[in-house]
């Protein structure tokens, strides 16, 4: 019995357990290979933040504005497009696109403070 239950754990690997050396002869474990460069808390801000401008987005702007800035800058996991671009998808003027995304940027510059 006790040798068929350490037969279900035989495969597992511990994030702990040394795996090699380093050039000076210190051991590495597996958690010292995988650890991740990018910070987790930096992370979690940067996702706060993006949330908090999708809700700025949407008390803010009106839905013309908020489409330009979307288009623009490619939110939403869109594509960004260039003003021409987005003046071409709208049937509007590029120029007219850079009035009502510099209009819209001020609101939500005003907004964030």
């Known amino acids: 019995m006790h040798f068929r239950s350490l037969k279900k754990t035989a495969n597992d690997v511990s ?8 050039k000076d002869g210190n051991s590495l474990c597996l958690m010292d290979i995988l650890t991740d460069s990018e910070d987790v808390a930096e992370r979690i801000e940067l ?4 949330e908090q401008m999708y809700i700025d987005l949407d008390k803010c702007l009106d839905d013309r504005e908020k489409e330009i800035i979307v288009m623009r800058y490619g939110l939403f996991g869109k594509p960004a497009l260039t003003q021409r671009e987005a003046a071409k998808k709208l049937g509007i003027s590029r ?7 510099k209009r819209a940027l001020e609101k939500l510059r005003l907004e964030l403070g």
């Open 95 to 101: 120029s007219y696109v850079s009035r009502i995304e």
């Open 15 to 22: 994030i702990e357990e040394p795996a090699s050396s380093d």
């Open 47 to 50: 996702m706060v933040r993006a």
